[in-house]
């Protein structure tokens, strides 16, 4: 309050000595323990942070008094546990899994790797065979301009064509004009690097006109013809180019044909993790298991890897395959729907110890059923049926009208009842809207 009373005033900001004791007090780590203490310490922090920010326009001794208690709160921190670096050796088992995680079919890691040793050793052999004094520049070319996505590719190989156009072109033509030494020369190409550098972050194609200009001054002061430097440049820039978009065409890893398969593993991750918050309140006193953080990391992983390929279909030159892009947008704003009621579940989970909530079992598990049918639907170009859920859904609410009828008068149901039935309902709302947005 006193941080945010300072910024809106303009003023330094005064905090109250029982705010400051309270965060100094040396005994919290014998308070907290874990992960309260990790969020304690961490808000002490950005605490700290917003005072020496908000400096205002007070006197030179209310500042200095503002910085003195951010440094208090500051220094108070535990100092927190230095780890070293993990060595080669130790990094070598990380690495082997990663690449056995890469060693399949579809993996898009695995097929720019191929692609990019294929097209270095015909680039490699193209430039043997042509009777050109660099042939090394085409295979060096493509493997500049390779990605593992097309669109990147495809910008970059144009970009280095053009950029090497103008740059040996705009090298060429100082040469034909000026005739300079072999001093002048030098400098000219100590320039075209510096230059490089310097604006190498203002585009590719900027950067690559500016490495062409290097090569033309740098060979002419080794005597070579400019013409034939020129041409060659220029000629073998385009080839690597034109291998590297060969390769796309003849090994593609489009991601426009696995849309369905991971907009399917997003909703049998979030199925997954609703399914896993609503058995939780059907047996409380499993609370501390991390099945549902595990299922919630692996919606986020899931989500993210939907996007990321949602993103680079967008740039592909390939039809959408049966999911239009109204359709993903409409699927993933159900999904997003999805996973914030199953969030809005999590957050009232009870604690553990409370009466569990009948039936909610049968339904965490109609739940995860019928959400791995509905990700095997969207990968066979089917639209998902929910009447497993809905009919679920409808008898769990009959036996629960039941028992408040037999128990009229008596014990109240169990703490959680009507949320789930509430937040199911809108589980499956959600999954409704899924499958209409797939079929629009």
């Not at 042939?135 to 669109?151: I, K, L, N």
């Not at 991601?255 to 609703?274: K, M, V």
């Not at 967008?314 to 914030?340: C, F, I, K, M, Y």
Request: charged share 20%; aromatic share 4%.
């Amino acid at each position: 309050d006193a941080a945010a009373r300072a910024i809106r005033k303009g003023d330094p900001v005064k905090l109250p000595a029982p705010a400051v004791a309270a965060l100094k007090t040396p005994d919290t780590g014998a308070l907290l323990t874990g992960p309260p203490l990790r969020a304690a310490d961490r808000l002490a922090a950005l605490l700290s942070d917003v005072i020496e920010a908000a400096e205002g326009d007070g006197t030179k001794e209310e500042r200095a008094g503002a910085e003195e208690a951010a440094d208090a709160i500051k220094d108070t921190r535990p100092p927190t546990e230095l780890h070293r670096r993990p060595g080669l050796l130790r990094l070598a088992p990380v690495v082997l899994r990663a690449m056995r995680r890469e060693v399949h079919h579809g993996s898009p890691i695995l097929r720019h790797a191929i692609r990019l040793a294929a097209v270095a050793a015909v680039g490699y052999l193209l430039g043997r065979l042509l009777p050109l004094g660099h042939g090394y520049w085409a295979p060096m070319a493509a493997v500049m301009v390779m990605r593992p996505e097309f669109s990147q590719t495809y910008s970059r190989a144009v970009a280095r064509f053009g950029g090497t156009l103008v740059g040996v072109f705009l090298a060429s033509a100082i040469v034909e004009a000026a005739h300079p030494g072999a001093g002048p020369l030098a400098a000219l190409a100590v320039v075209c690097a510096l230059l490089m550098y310097l604006l190498m972050r203002t585009g590719y194609a900027v950067a690559q006109a500016c490495v062409g200009a290097y090569v033309v001054f740098l060979l002419g002061m080794a005597g070579d013809d400019l013409g034939q430097t020129v041409f060659e440049r220029v000629l073998l820039t385009l080839g690597g180019g034109l291998l590297a978009m060969i390769s796309y065409a003849v090994y593609p890893a489009w991601e426009t044909p696995r849309l369905r398969t991971r907009l399917g593993d997003w909703l049998r991750a979030c199925g997954r993790y609703a399914a896993a918050v609503v058995d939780q309140y059907a047996d409380p006193a499993e609370r501390g298991r991390g099945d549902v953080r595990q299922a919630l990391l692996a919606t986020r992983e899931a989500r993210v890897a939907w996007q990321e390929a949602v993103a680079t279909a967008r740039h592909e030159p390939v039809r959408h395959r049966g999911l239009s892009h109204a359709a993903a947008d409409a699927t993933q704003h159900t999904l997003a729907q999805l996973g914030r009621v199953a969030m809005l579940l999590e957050a009232h989970i009870p604690r553990s110890g409370a009466t569990p909530v009948p039936g909610a079992a049968e339904l965490a598990e109609a739940l995860r059923r019928a959400t791995d049918q509905g990700a095997k639907a969207v990968r066979e170009r089917r639209v998902p049926d929910w009447t497993p859920v809905r009919e679920a859904l409808e008898r769990w609410e009959a036996e629960c009208r039941a028992r408040e009828e037999a128990a009229e008068g008596g014990a109240p149901p169990p703490a959680g009842t009507g949320l789930v039935r509430n937040n199911v309902a809108l589980l499956l709302d959600a999954l409704e809207d899924f499958s209409r947005g797939l079929a629009s």
